[in-house]
Nanobody, 125 residues
Framework: VQLQASGGGSVRPGGSLTLSCAASGGTLDNNAIGWFRHAPGQSREGISC????????YYADAVKGRFTISRDNAKNTMYLKMNSLKHEDTAVYYC???????????????????WGQGTLVTVSS
């Protein structure tokens, strides 16, 4: 599966953005999906994932209540809706998918085999 992320940009604190990740060469149906980010000077972190086994959703504490992960199987696309953006949300955001189920309550890079190229989100006043 090839993934193409889009939707990044510059936004003021408190603003919103929706990231998209279109899949080709395979389907997202029944796959685990996830969004990760890599902020300057930090390690890449998992911020939201959906497991393929039971559809359970994980959110990192830093984004819980502000970000929403979703997918549209008909469009073979996954999304990350980001509200109430903060300066510390500035990062390159990556989408990922894998056919195997995730371990419960996890959102780990090592569990994903297919990655998008990343899209930059800058939150600045």
């Amino acid at each position: 599966v090839q993934l193409q992320a889009s939707g990044g940009g510059s936004v003021r604190p408190g603003g919103s953005l929706t990231l998209s990740c279109a899949a080709s060469g395979g389907t997202l149906d029944n796959n685990a999906i996830g969004w990760f980010r890599h902020a300057p000077g930090q390690s890449r972190e998992g911020i939201s994932c959906i497991s393929s086994s039971d559809g359970s959703t994980y959110y990192a504490d830093a984004v819980k209540g502000r970000f929403t992960i979703s997918r549209d199987n008909a469009k073979n696309t996954m999304y990350l809706k980001m509200n109430s953006l903060k300066h510390e949300d500035t990062a390159v955001y990556y989408c990922a998918t894998d056919p195997f189920p995730l371990r419960p309550g996890t959102c780990w890079m090592a569990d994903f085999g297919s990655w998008g190229q990343g899209t930059l989100v800058t939150v600045s006043s």
